[in-house]
């Protein structure tokens, strides 16, 4: 899945803890839109929405002594909030970790993922 970056995140809360996020990229959810095929070919009956594709954000987090990814393995039924340099806000309900790249240069990349996401304004 292709992320999107809408402006650029300047911060990152994980269940209100501000983490040290060096870099930010935000994917909203959304559903697959599947055609209904009709008998005869080609022919289409209508446009059906299929299942959602979760919320996704993945984050470089700057490495620092407190950081622990276990503690991010552990990461479920969270509530993550993202703050653009504009000022809108994001939030992610019921969100949990998917993924890690290993510490590379100081660095750890990281993956979440939700069902619930919404845009406040800003």
Do not use: C, N
Request: aromatic share 8%; no cysteine; net charge negative.
């Amino acid at each position: 899945m292709a992320a999107t970056q809408l402006t650029k995140i300047v911060s990152v809360f994980l269940d209100g803890q501000r983490l040290p996020v060096k870099e930010a990229s935000y994917t909203p959810s959304k559903f697959k839109r599947e055609a209904v095929p009709g008998l005869a070919p080609g022919e289409i009956l209508g446009i059906v929405d299929g299942e959602p594709e979760p919320a996704q954000l993945e984050v470089t987090l700057a490495h620092s002594d407190g950081l622990s990814i276990q503690a991010y393995k552990e990461v479920q039924g969270a509530t993550i909030t993202m703050v653009t340099s504009g000022g809108k806000t994001y939030t992610m309900g019921d969100a949990y970790y998917v993924d890690h790249a290993e510490l590379s240069g100081g660095e750890w990349k990281v993956t979440f993922q939700a069902l619930r996401d919404a845009e406040q304004g800003g």
